[in-house]
């Protein structure tokens, strides 16, 4: 594999957690294809970017995500296309509410387009039992 | 030559109906279709990688579930495969009942699986699945 790609889809990692750090869910929405599709736990299938814009605007505002860190596991494919299996830690807290981590894993399928690498499917859970 | 994108998927397909609806007792034959470096992402505990951890997964499914349906009979919504011809993944909606400590649950939910070609074979290589219902 690429080194460069490794390097590249790193580089998106950072940016989608420094858009979600800031609360800019438009930021972050920029980073997926414009027909990404999340599969969050516990909810229906989020298509397309402006529906993933929603969705993090009601995660960072509901859910109150404060850090998301991202670390590839795993990356496989090859032309435009590479699937990563990774890590995460989330910080939460809600209005109101004491502080929570979350830590999990997700695989992202990564499409490359004129604009980069993007964030095509997206899907990740958490390693912790629900309380 | 060019991939025949639609051969491939309906490789895959045929690769779907094999692992989650033939075999789905027969845990060696499973394993048989999973590559060494295999990876599942399951809810609620922590990712099963490799081989020898996921057949013990596997095992274990067969012991708790009463009953598949949905999807596994019909195969996945979409699929998709990179036009490399050598990367694919899926995208798919599940319904498994579980044997639970006070009776039978029903889960729903939602799959991504990936495969790779190995030596000219697709193989699974990971999948991540998340419930949207419980009852």
């Given at each position: 594999m690429s080194v460069d790609i490794r390097t590249e889809i790193e580089k998106a990692n950072v940016k989608l957690s420094e858009s979600l750090k800031k609360g800019d869910s438009a930021a972050a929405a920029s980073l997926y294809t414009r027909d990404a599709i999340l599969l969050p736990p516990n909810m229906g299938k989020v298509q397309g970017r402006e529906a993933v814009k929603e969705f993090w605007g009601g995660?960072?505002?509901?859910?109150g995500l404060k850090d998301a860190v991202l670390k590839v596991e795993e990356l496989t494919g090859s032309g435009d296309t590479y699937t990563e299996v990774g890590s995460y830690v989330m910080k939460l807290q809600a209005k109101g509410q004491e502080p929570t981590e979350d830590r999990g894993k997700y695989v992202v399928v990564w499409k490359h387009t004129d604009d980069g690498w993007k964030l095509h499917r997206d899907i990740w859970n958490s390693d912790l039992q629900p309380t | 030559m060019g991939v025949d994108i639609e051969k491939e998927k309906q490789m895959l397909k045929d690769l779907h109906i094999k692992m989650l609806v033939d075999h789905k007792t027969d845990v060696d034959e499973e394993m048989s279709y999973i590559a060494?470096?295999?990876i599942l992402v399951p809810p609620n505990m922590p990712a099963i990688t490799g081989t020898r951890a996921i057949r013990e997964a596997l095992n274990a499914m067969v012991q708790t579930e009463v009953e598949s349906l949905g999807d596994r009979s019909r195969g996945?919504?979409?699929?998709e495969v990179a036009t490399s011809g050598d990367i694919a993944y899926d995208i798919g909606r599940y319904v498994v009942v579980n044997r639970g400590p006070e009776g039978p649950v029903k889960q729903k939910g939602r799959y991504i699986t990936v495969y790779k070609k190995v030596d000219g074979q697709w193989k699974f290589v990971g999948q991540a699945w998340?419930?949207?219902?419980?009852?």
């Open positions: 995660a960072i505002a509901q859910l | 060494d470096d295999a996945p919504d979409t699929i998340n419930d949207v219902a419980r009852a």
